[in-house]
């Protein structure tokens, strides 16, 4: 209590309060993530749902097992433990650029080909061309156009002064 008898708040103000989610940031594109859970399962609560579960499925095969339907727990908790890492793993995906930390553990290749069609997907939805197909058919077309075209480009000096450009292009024949 204060001088005034009022209680003091233990919360602070300068921060939120994440309760039971799990904050990080993406290790691509930096950009601040938060998955509803924890990554690893083993909370009190879950071993007591577990637990509890258990119980149930005893009490139901009481019948055939009796005492050994304790066995049931573990069962129960590996099929608790795969649905909750496969709901992580849905939720762990970047949706700003496509990373899946999952998909790095086992393949860096393959989750380098994921951004990639990540970020094709984007640019498509958008109606813009991706920068790397747009290089590849840029050199096409002026594959196209025919050497001499291209070997003028690239012999064609930057000329900021009207007579020295005017000196060029009749040196290069293209003044005609």
């Known amino acids: ?6 209680r003091i708040s233990n919360k602070s103000y300068w921060k939120g309060s994440v309760g039971n989610q799990w904050v990080f940031y993406c290790p691509n594109c930096a950009a601040e ?16 749902r577990v637990g509890l579960t258990t119980a149930a499925l ?19 908790w590996m099929a608790f433990e795969s649905v909750y890492r496969l709901r992580l793993r849905a939720i762990m995906s970047c949706s700003q650029c496509g990373f899946d930390p999952y998909l790095y553990l ?11 069609a990540h970020w094709r997907q984007k640019f498509q939805e958008r109606g813009i061309p ?6 590849s058919s840029r050199a096409e077309v002026a594959q196209s156009a025919g050497d001499q075209k ?9 000329v900021i002064n009207p007579k020295q450009r005017a000196e060029v292009q009749r040196s290069l024949g293209l003044d005609a």
């Open 1 to 6: 209590m204060d001088l005034r008898g009022e």
């Open 33 to 48: 993530r938060r998955a509803p859970y924890r990554p690893r399962p083993g909370n009190a609560m879950h071993f007591f």
């Open 58 to 76: 005893m009490l139901a095969s009481w019948p055939w097992f009796g005492w050994k339907g304790v066995v049931w727990y573990l069962p129960v």
């Open 106 to 116: 086992t393949g860096v290749k393959r989750a380098r080909a994921a951004i990639d």
């Open 130 to 135: 991706f920068p790397g197909d747009e290089a």
């Open 150 to 158: 291209i070997e003028a480009r690239k012999t064609t000096p930057r």
